[in-house]
């Protein structure tokens, strides 16, 4: 347990730690972007889906910075310690930062008076958001850019303001539109994207 | 030498995972985007339909009608839309501020706010709502007359008195209203426009517009990768060393390389630009004129060119600089900013980086407001050359530094 | 123009640190070595000379040219830099072609020197290999085509030979030699066996200090008749590395064949030997 603590570490102090910076950064200047005050459920959803969820992409996308050394990725893969066993931990933290966030968000926008479902939002928040995530988490596991990464993930936002329809079940924003039953194919996708992200990248680098 | 080096940098261009994925995402939300609008909806107006589409006035009084029924529609959901610092942000007042709001309503209009909401629906309830149409009409018709003898002067007053309520950025700031009001056009106005359209636009150029208007947001966005991909190959290929070491100027390696990617960003666009164009051709044939050919090429030009320059320009510049990817976090938060930061999405361009204009037509508008949107253009196309200027100087300035600004140069 | 690079005073700090001091260093034509261990400031120099790092103080002047008009020395000089490497996904005829363009060669010029430049680094087949898929040695080979492709009158190379196998070794440095024979070649190392097998001069940086600036004769002079070399039982091996400098050890069974350096002769049954560079490199490094 120790050991992937001490990785862990190194990798939030090297790579990691400007990333949380500027989810610090995204969450104390929000009121400057979004209000929390008396939301009816479609504006608190709106801040949830449009605002928060680019939270997810900035959390999930550069886990594999390191290893875009190939030299590094080489090295860590000659280890006994199995690269999941390296990954696991960072998407853990990801995740907790991730949640945490959410809450906060969540929980000034109760202090703001409003009248919404808290329960749906929160848990369809959780699985939007961890989804919009794991798109740029598998794009940079699999090309090994981090670049790329970014990019689909904003590109898939994007897409979604004007072209959901074209994205069936996992369109975003479907809970500004009162659509509070997508939680659980985000939720799905973001397992399935998550897990194949790492398989993916593992597989074809064994490859050669 | 410089030619050389342009041609090998496009090829690497050419060989980009982001260029390829670059391409397909903009093809493919252009075309999506524009399937809406073929050239088959475009007609002649007829006498005797009943809707013509809107058109923007700025007489003073219709000003304030068409405000104060907007103002009326707001306090009645209690959701204000804000934009105060270019990004949305929706606001709901307290009861109190409401009271406050529907008192300054009141003050204007010389009616309580609950006989205005009868007014409303009484309005509304002549038109079919289960149409597009109708409904754009109803909106577009709906006025709320003011007091007697109110003047302009005091409906300035009292919009101040509203922004103070809700916030900075609303539709009742005066930059904003000033724009003019939306109102239903006459058969004589649509004949008007419409002769304008094939007149001075010769209907592509319209066209054009709309395809510069979908195209902007993307662009917005897309080369901000691509930008900030190549600036920072050089760092993770390790060629800094050897390409510091070699006589090219700064100058010749960062300007080659930045219109290198320059026209391959902009090759997509223009192909697709002509080959969306020629349905509009061939329309404009049947309607008895000849279409303008070079429109794909003129107004793309004018419109999109400085948005990709600049943001593209300023990838370069930050990622240059920082040896980092936070141009991809600073540039995209400017993009979406702009995006969600249209209050009208047809003109309304002031400095905008992303210029709207969601609408095929409203020649005579864009006529009296082309001077403004030259102005924002030349504005981006003079940033650009000056963020490129900026990189190169950084460039040099890292090459005599022994690497990066910013990372600590350790090696011996 | 006669070809040679002056150094005088030579000073570079990073910050409070001082990489390089007050180096004095005239660098004449052929192959020249520059040894020094990890860390020395072997690069820094280096770099100094390929105007890829501003000094702090002193003079360097290449072939007459001040090292601040960087653009004239630029044209004179070939760098193959530590880490060497080009863009992935570029063959290596384009990428050697690419360098060319950044070196100002024309269309012409560039086709002519480019397979020529390939053929002398033995990569003419390989000309199709993508950088990505190359091999250290492979690599490294581009590396001195890219640095020579202008004809450079300067060459500088730094650890050429690291990483290399040892028969590569030796193909790389009988290259360079070849290179040598019109220019100046500066190449740093700390492997001894690089600069004993090619160079003639050498100079022996250590803490960003010259401590040796002379021929190969003249450093083996250093250690004339102070090197030694004896058997002893293998038990004693540790009492005799702690008392004396020892430069080689080969243990066969229970005695042990030491090589040591000492000012006197050590214990009776040490005989004198000829004494070789890495020899005199340790003894400069031990005595300063």
Redesign the interface.
């Known amino acids: 347990m120790e050991k992937y603590g001490k990785v862990t570490a190194s990798f939030v102090k090297r790579q990691y730690f ?1 990333h949380l910076l ?1 989810i610090l950064l995204f969450v104390v200047f929000s009121g ?4 929390f ?4 459920s479609a ?1 608190a959803a ?2 949830m889906e ?1 605002y928060v969820a680019f939270a997810g992409i ?1 959390l999930f996308t550069p886990l594999f910075m390191p290893e ?1 050394d190939r030299e590094i990725w080489d090295l860590e893969r000659s280890k006994r310690t199995a690269m999941w066993q390296l990954y696991l931990p960072r998407i853990l933290l990801a995740l907790l930062v991730c949640i945490l966030v959410i809450s906060l968000f969540m929980g000034l926008m109760v202090r703001g008076g409003g009248n919404f479902d808290v329960g749906s939002l929160l848990l369809g928040a959780y699985c939007e958001i961890l989804f919009l995530g794991s798109i740029g988490f598998f794009a940079s596991a699999v ?1 090994n ?4 990464g ?3 993930a ?2 898939y936002y ?2 979604n ?3 959901g329809q ?1 994205l069936g079940r996992f369109a975003l924003f479907q809970m500004m539109k009162g659509e509070y039953g997508s939680w659980i194919y985000w939720l799905l996708g973001a397992v399935a994207l998550l897990a194949s992200g790492v398989v993916v990248r593992e597989r074809v680098r064994r490859r050669g | ?1 410089f030619g ?2 342009f041609f ?1 940098e496009c090829k ?1 261009v050419l ?1 980009s ?2 260029y390829f ?1 670059y391409v397909v ?1 903009f093809v493919l ?1 252009i075309t ?2 524009m399937s809406g609008d073929s050239a088959v909806r475009l007609q002649a107006p007829e006498p005797g339909q009943s809707y013509y589409g809107t058109t923007v006035a700025k007489d003073e009084t219709l000003i304030m009608e068409g405000t104060l029924a907007n103002l009326v529609e707001d306090i009645n959901h ?2 204000w839309v804000t934009y ?2 270019g ?8 009861d109190r501020e409401t009271e406050q709001a529907k008192a300054i309503l009141e003050r204007c209009t010389g009616k309580p706010f609950e006989v205005l909401l009868e007014e409303m629906a009484g309005h509304f309830g002549q038109y079919d709502q289960s149409s597009a149409e109708e409904m754009d009409a109803a909106q577009a018709n709906y006025r709320v007359s003011v007091k007697e003898g109110f003047t302009y002067a005091e409906f300035e007053a009292a919009m101040k008195e509203i922004c103070g309520l809700v916030g900075k950025g609303s539709a009742y700031e005066k930059s904003s209203y000033e724009y003019g009001i939306r109102i239903p056009m006459t058969y004589e106005l649509a004949k008007e426009e419409f002769d304008a359209l094939c007149e001075k636009d010769r209907v592509t150029r319209a066209y054009m517009r709309l395809f510069c208007d979908y195209a902007g ?2 662009l917005a ?2 080369p901000i ?1 691509v930008g ?2 190549r600036a ?2 050089d760092r ?4 800094q ?9 700064g100058a010749r ?1 960062i300007v080659s390389r930045y219109l290198a990617n320059l026209v391959m960003l902009c090759i997509p666009v223009f192909v697709t630009a002509f080959l969306l164009q020629q349905p509009f051709c061939y329309k404009a044939q049947t309607f008895g004129i000849r279409g303008d050919g070079m429109a794909f090429l003129t107004v793309p030009g004018v419109w999109l060119l400085p948005e990709i320059m600049v943001v593209l320009a300023l990838s370069f510049l930050i990622t240059e600089l920082t040896d ?3 141009a ?2 600073v540039q ?1 938060a400017w993009a ?1 900013g702009s ?1 969600f930061g249209a209050d009208v999405l047809v003109g309304d361009f002031r400095m905008r980086l992303i210029a709207r204009w969601n609408t095929l037509g409203q020649t005579t508008l864009f006529s009296s407001l082309e001077k403004g949107f030259l102005q924002n253009r030349a504005y981006y196309f003079l940033l650009a050359v000056v963020c490129i200027i900026l990189t190169v100087i950084v460039y040099e300035r890292k ?4 690497g990066s600004l910013v990372w600590k ?4 | 123009m006669e070809i040679s690079i002056e150094i005088q005073n030579l000073t570079k700090y ?1 910050g409070k640190k001082q ?1 390089l001091s007050e180096v004095n260093l005239t660098i004449p034509q052929g192959m020249f070595g520059l040894l020094g261990p990890n ?1 020395a ?4 120099l280096m ?1 100094v000379l ?5 000094k702090t103080g002193g003079g360097v002047k290449i072939c007459g040219v001040p090292v601040e008009n ?2 004239q020395i ?2 004179m ?13 570029m063959s290596a005829y ?1 990428a050697l ?3 060319a ?7 012409s010029e ?1 086709k002519e020197r480019v397979p020529q430049m390939l053929e002398k680094v033995n990569l003419l087949e390989k000309r199709k290999t993508k950088v990505k898929s190359m091999s250290g040695g492979m690599k490294r080979r581009l ?1 001195i085509a ?1 640095a020579i492709i ?1 004809d450079p009158k300067v060459i500088i190379v730094d650890e050429p030979t690291a990483g290399l196998d040892p028969e590569e070794r030796v193909r790389f440095r009988n290259l360079l030699c070849e290179i040598a024979k019109d220019r100046i070649v500066l190449l740093s190392t700390h492997i001894v066996g690089d600069i004993e097998a090619t160079c003639e001069n050498i100079a022996v940086l250590n803490q960003g200090k010259i401590c040796f600036d002379g021929r190969v004769a003249e450093l083996l002079a250093l250690v004339e008749g102070k090197v030694y070399s004896a058997e002893i039982a293998a038990v004693e091996l540790e009492k005799v590395k702690e008392k004396y400098m020892v430069t080689g050890i080969l243990t066969t069974g229970s005695t042990a064949n030491v090589k040591i350096i000492a000012d006197e002769k050590p214990f009776p049954q040490a005989k004198p030997v000829q004494p070789d560079v890495e020899d005199a490199y340790m003894y400069l490094m031990h005595t300063e």
């Open positions: 400007p500027l400057g972007f979004v209000s005050r008396g939301l009816e504006q709106k801040v449009m900035l875009q090309t850019q981090v670049v790329v970014y990019m689909i904003v590109v994007v897409v303001i004007g072209g074209y | 030498m050389a080096l090998k690497q060989k995972l982001v994925i995402v939300f999506s985007q209690n959701s105060p610092l990004f949305y942000k929706g606001v709901t007042l307290t947001i993307v966005i897309l990768f900030v991909s920072l190959w993770r290929a390790k060629v060393q050897v390409m510091f070491s070699k006589p090219a100027s390696i980092t990817i936070v991809v976090f995209v979406i995006i090459r005599r530094k022994g140069n350790t090696e011996r | 990073y990489a860390g400031g072997k690069t820094t770099k390929t105007t890829l790092l501003e960087s653009r630029r044209n000089t070939g760098y193959l830099p530590q880490d060497f490497s080009m863009y992935g996904n384009e072609d690419y360098l363009v950044l070196s100002g060669m024309s269309k560039r590396g890219q202008h």
